[in-house]
Structures are given as C-alpha cells and as structure tokens.
C-alpha cells in the first residue's frame, strides 16, 4: 500500500498512538513509555513531516476509501446473493416489459425523486427496444411522508389493477408534476376506474406495511442511499445513467451472467 513505507517520523507518531492502546487493551501499568518533553518533540517532528509531505496524507486516504469502497462492494454482492429471490419475486412489486423475459432489470425509486422520473424515459425505452427484458418495479419511499403515503396508494392499487394498467399507473404518478402525494396518488387511481373506498381499505391492510417495510429492509442491506437505483445480474447501478450503460450491462449478464463480461 501506498502510504506504508520508512518514513521515520510518521512511523514515530503510530508508535505514539499504538503503544499506549496496546498497554491499555493488555491492562499494563499506565506510565507513559515517553516523557512529556519526549512527546512534544516527537509531535514537532511528526507536524513538520506531513507539513512537508502532504502527499503521505493523500495517500493514506486514498487508501482509506479505496478499502471501504472495496468492503462495501463484496457486502453488497454478498447482499445481492442472499436477497435474490426477494429481489425478483417479491409478490407486491410492479413488474413490467416481458414477464418471463431472461434478464431481470430491478428499480428501486420514489415518486418525487427528479432523477426516477427522468428515469422513466430511460426504462420506457429498454422496454420498447428489448422484448425480453423483464422490469421488476419496487417502491422505496425516502423522500418524506409524501411519498410514503404515494407509495402505500401505489401498492394497495396493485389489489386492482394488473399487468400493464398496473404499469399505467406507475407511470401516469411518476410523470405527476409537481410533488406527489396520498390525495393525488388516489385521485389518479380513480381516473382509471378503481373502486376508491377499497383502495383506501387496502392502504391500512398489513400487506401494505410488509410490503414497503420488505423494500426498505431491502434498499439497507444493498447500502442504497437513494433513487433512482438499479440492480442488473450482480451490479448495484447508482442514479440516472442513461439508456446505454444499462443497455450494455443487460447485454453483458445476457452474454456471460454478470455484469461484466
């Protein structure tokens, strides 16, 4: 690695830092291993090194995130692994384009996320362009109580509405200008002829809470921290990206399995 290498001084300061932990975690005596005088003068050398070196400190981090990125990535396909059948097949999700398609394109979104709806377009054309590719639609409101309350109408409208006027109503909310709510979500569910005093009742059913308290658990243990995100063979695909990159990794798991072929 990169920042590990003789450099006297640096090596003095994680030896200031790692004997004292070191006695502490084996419950020695508690005198200091260096007089005071000792550690002001080994504190100056270490502040004049890095002062003079900052390349050592951008180094370390770049170390730094280089293994965390590393660490979340092998988490995240461990996640991915044991979450597929949930990722998939989740019985409340919406699922779009060709249902026995061979490659699943999975959607995590929120109905007043900017970046879904511009999404949309992009998901609209994979669908178009690609008979058999199968789209896996799963709410994961992080966007306030609005879009919890869009998205609690949204699943209890699945008690309804199936197949593609399902997908309508997907798509007529997220096209909605403006911010989205319980009240709007309900006024275009009845634009498409669904029984509203049910939909209400099915909004308070369990099967609505599980549902979304299932996506949320999901969204956590893939370390999603927003919308749009895609899931593609064994790739997390972060925001908008656009019709091409997610053309070609479909192209690439269809190919050889993975997302990278």
């Not at 006297?8 to 300061?13: E, G, H, N, S």
């Not at 991915?80 to 699922?95: F, Q, T, W, Y």
């Not at 969204?219 to 972060?238: H, K, M």
């Amino acid at each position: 690695m990169p920042f590990i290498r003789p450099l006297p001084a640096l090596a003095l300061a994680l030896g200031l830092v790692a004997v004292p932990a070191l006695a502490q975690k084996a419950e020695a005596p508690a005198a200091s291993p260096f007089t005071d005088a000792q550690r002001t003068g080994i504190e100056a050398i270490v502040k004049d090194y890095l002062i003079k070196h900052p390349e050592v400190l951008q180094e370390a981090l770049a170390e730094a995130e280089k293994q965390q990125a590393e660490t979340q990535r092998l988490a995240q396909a461990a996640a991915l692994k044991e979450s597929r059948d949930a990722l998939l097949n989740g019985p409340h999700d919406v699922v779009a384009g060709n249902p026995s398609g061979d490659v699943t394109m999975v959607e995590f979104f929120d109905y007043n996320c900017g970046y879904c709806r511009k999404a949309l377009g992009d998901v609209q054309a994979l669908i178009k362009a690609d008979p058999k590719l199968r789209v896996v639609i799963k709410d994961f409101p992080v966007l306030g109580p609005e879009s919890l309350e869009a998205s609690q109408v949204a699943v209890a409208v699945r008690q309804q509405l199936k197949g593609d006027k399902l997908f309508e109503f997907h798509q007529k909310l997220l096209e909605t200008k403006g911010r989205v709510n319980g009240a709007r979500a309900i006024q275009v569910a009845k634009d498409m002829g669904v029984d509203t005093a049910k939909l209400q009742k099915d909004m308070a059913s369990p099967e609505v809470k599980a549902a979304l308290s299932e996506n949320r658990g999901l969204g956590d243990r893939l370390g999603l921290s927003g919308t749009p995100a895609f899931i593609i063979g064994d790739e997390v695909i972060p925001g908008a990206v656009g019709v091409d990159p997610m053309r070609k990794t479909i192209a690439d798991v269809r190919q050889c399995g993975h997302a990278s072929c």
